[in-house]
T-cell receptor, first 114, second 114 residues
Framework: DAGVIQSPRHEVTEMGQEVTLRCKPI?????LFWYRQTMMRGLELLIY????????DSGMPEDRFSAKMPNASFSTLKIQPSEPRDSAVYFC????????????FGPGTRLTVT | GDSVTQMEGPVTLSEEAFLTINCTYT??????LFWYVQYPGEGLQLLLK?????DKGSNKGFEATYRKETTSFHLEKGSVQVSDSAVYFC?????????????FGQGTILTVHP
């Protein structure tokens, strides 16, 4: 299995631009999680889905952030407009079933907003 | 709400030294407990887990025991190696209908010198 796939691995953009991060979970996994990691705030859960339905988006920092999961094999996290304080590493993770405890993480997308 | 507190880092050790990273938690009910490890430039990966009181999780020479009376899940290794240098995260899952959601501690950076 290829594991969780994220793209791009690195993204550098200017303030005000739209950024779209992509995630392909492991086939057969039905829960998907988006995290943000920074030195100051550590690892933060932004939003998670179960069977493509958003369950909890209370971690999304503000309306500039949105996430979708149109099908079981694809999810996006969009930031519009981006700001320098959004610079972070964004991780996607998936789990096999509702009661599963092990989350499988992707390699992350390092976002830099200048 | 649920929370996880880890000892402050960074932790710096010489090769073959004994390692302890403290972790305590606050949760209702009977959570499952985990240690995840993040190597440089990678996503998190599960190191070990324990799903009920007095269980001991172990992997790659690391161990942690689920202590309900002290609400703790301290990570230990008898003899660390340079390759163990990484960031270690303690986490809990409340189980039930949590969809695999995890609450993470802030992470502890471990550096092992030859």
């Amino acid at each position: 299995d290829a594991g969780v796939i994220q793209s791009p691995r690195h993204e550098v953009t200017e303030m005000g631009q739209e950024v779209t991060l992509r995630c392909k979970p492991i086939s057969g996994h039905n829960s998907l999680f988006w995290y943000r990691q920074t030195m100051m705030r550590g690892l933060e859960l932004l939003i998670y889905f179960n069977n493509n339905v958003p369950i909890d988006d209370s971690g999304m920092p503000e309306d500039r952030f949105s996430a979708k999961m149109p099908n079981a094999s694809f999810s996006t996290l969009k930031i519009q407009p981006s700001e320098p304080r959004d610079s972070a590493v964004y991780f996607c993770a998936s789990t096999e079933r509702q009661s599963s405890y092990e989350q499988y993480f992707g390699p992350g997308t390092r976002l830099t907003v200048t | 709400g649920d929370s996880v507190t880890q000892m402050e880092g960074p932790v710096t050790l010489s090769e073959e030294a004994f390692l302890t990273i403290n972790c305590t938690y606050t949760a209702t009910g009977y959570p499952s407990l985990f240690w995840y490890v993040q190597y440089p430039g990678e996503g998190l990966q599960l190191l070990l887990k324990a799903t009920k009181a007095d269980d001991k999780g172990s992997n790659k020479g690391f161990e942690a025991t689920y202590r309900k009376e002290t609400t703790s899940f301290h990570l230990e290794k008898g003899s660390v190696q340079v390759s163990d240098s990484a960031v270690y995260f303690c986490a809990l899952s409340p189980g039930g209908t949590s969809y695999g959601k995890l609450t993470f501690g802030q992470g502890t950076i471990l550096t092992v010198h030859p």
